[in-house]
T-cell receptor
């Protein structure tokens, strides 16, 4: 069965450092991989997506990589700030017909001043 | 910006009560979704709808039903609430052509006593 894994342990880093979050998957061939941010008590908010034929995507301080051979995506936040503290979810998107996203359980990021 | 509005942010109900969770989106999207989110289990899809009066079961439809009488409104119904339905419920709308990027509502925190 399809499996998507994100590190369940919170990632603690210091302000100004680069945060790197990992998303691994098995038994799946997504056309896209998406990343969402979720603050406590709120709904997830879409951040970035990367296509299967793209290696890397950037948006301001965010960078996502996608390795379909390793079946892994890395999500980087450079020059992290306390305001970046949140839970980050990855989602696999098959983009075929009436398909739906498969979400990971998320990794909490804590950026301390 | 797309807005997905969930009418109730917090609800407290008793076991056996019928519960309605309402969701409205303002961007004429065809696709709408209901998820529940629980600690350690992540986001799980309950039901989704690709058009008015159409509905599809997600991964955990048992104990729930849905209604889509108008394009902008997607309701989740708990016919007889049980304590194991205490959860955060999230409604989402699909952004449109291309990747399946979701816009989520703020969530409805339901407690069943």
């Amino acid at each position: 069965s399809q499996k998507i894994e994100q590190n369940s342990e919170a990632l603690n880093i210091q302000e100004g450092k680069t945060a790197t979050l990992t998303c691994n998957y098995t038994n799946y061939s997504p056309a896209y991989l998406q990343w969402y941010r979720q603050d406590p008590g709120r709904g997830p908010v879409f951040l970035l997506l990367i296509r299967e034929n793209e290696k890397e995507k950037r948006k301001e301080r965010l960078k996502v990589t996608f390795d379909t051979t390793l079946k892994q995506s890395l999500f980087h936040i450079t020059a992290s700030q306390p305001a970046d503290s949140a839970t980050y979810l990855c989602a696999l998107d098959p983009y075929s017909g009436y398909s739906t996203l498969t979400f990971g359980k998320g990794t909490m990021l804590l950026v301390s001043p | 910006d797309v807005k997905v509005t969930q009418s109730s942010r917090y609800l407290v109900k008793r076991t056996g009560e019928k519960v309605f969770l309402e969701c409205v989106q303002d961007m004429d999207h065809e696709n709408m979704f209901w998820y529940r989110q629980d600690p350690g289990l992540g986001l799980r899809l309950i039901y989704f709808s690709y058009d008015v009066k159409m509905k599809e079961k997600g991964d955990i439809p048992e104990g729930y039903s849905v209604s889509r009488e108008k394009k902008e409104r997607f309701s989740l119904i708990l016919e007889s609430a049980s304590t194991n339905q205490t959860s955060m419920y999230l409604c989402a709308s699909l952004m449109g052509a291309g990747a399946n990027v979701l816009t989520f509502g703020a969530g409805s925190r339901l407690t069943v006593l």
